[in-house]
């Protein structure tokens, strides 16, 4: 199972949040996707980070993951992932 908990200092903002069954607000975590064997999922998000000198930058990531006992090595170029998920803010 592959999953996303978000955390500001790996995140960066904005915030991303859920409410809990008590109805109190809480960082995001849930299940991005399960992969079984041979199958490729990416997970991709974005945030906004200020610097030790306090100017902004911004970062895409994305993480790649594959199941497989020997992947060739153009495994992630040579197909689309079959499943995905997403945290893609619109970041000003």
Partial sequence: MASYKYDHSHCGF?????????GVEEPLDEEAFVLTKGEYGRIRFNGKYTDSDGYWYYEKKVHNLLIMDSPKRDEFTKRAPLKTYEQMELLR
């Fill in 14 to 22: 904005p915030y991303r949040t859920k409410y809990n069954p008590n």
